[in-house]
């Protein structure tokens, strides 16, 4: 039986990839609540001296928040990023309760999640739309942070990346080959389960999908592009998964609501330098 000789590739070229720490507020809190909470965050970070340099802190409220926590960050100059949590395919017109990406890069948003689970299996979204709601952010100024991830029965049926590389690929396709964007690679069985994937599970993932960037977008730009991973991350397991060569950050669900925690991860090299 003759087996096929996979190709043998150079390794990619090491970039300075910054660090990106994001936290997805869901459908939580209201535009009060919101201002609250990023206060107390900023004061955290700021006791913590973190340097936003080093690791860039990204929060993503309700729509109806926007408004209110960007105009305490321009107020307070506060180096905290701010994004989004889903966006329209359509630029404008009769889509009545959409959002679109013209709207959010008016206040300021710098990132746009698209292709979430909860988006992906509570309202039915195909990677065709997910790929549409990726180009309308970039067109828009945007970066889209494409969520790719698996369920436990994809998992079981087709093993541990090839439902997140074909989710990638539908999304990727949609973009010009120079757009910029983030992924979030989401094991779904580990979103609010309380069960975090096993860092070497994460960092198996994203290999694959720095590989699978390289067919679809080039070696410069897989290697530029931040891999991040979610589900259930906690400060105290951020940096057994920051630690792996491939998996830039976080996206962090219930625990960006609480800021003493979430500042905990953001300093997650804290927890690996013991400093």
Known sequence: MNEQIPELREPLLQTDRVPLIAGNWKMNLDHLQAIALVQKLSWALKDARHDYGETEVAVFPPFTDLRSVQTLLAADKLSLVLGAQDVSPHESGAYTGDISAAMLAKLEARYVLVGHSERRHGHGESDELVGQKALAAHRAGLVPMICVGETAEDLEEHGAAAIPLAQLAAAVSSLPKDAEFVIAYEPVWAI???????????????????????????????????????????????AGFLRQPNVDGALVGGASLKSDEFAKIVQFKKHVTGA
């Not at 999908?209 to 906690?234: K, P, Q």
């Open 192 to 238: 609010g389960s309380g069960q975090a994937a096993t860092p070497e599970q994460a960092e198996e993932v994203a290999k694959a999908i720095r590989e699978s960037l390289r067919d679809l977008c080039g070696d410069e730009r897989a290697a530029a592009t931040r891999i991040l991973y979610g589900g259930s991350v906690a400060s105290q397991n951020v």
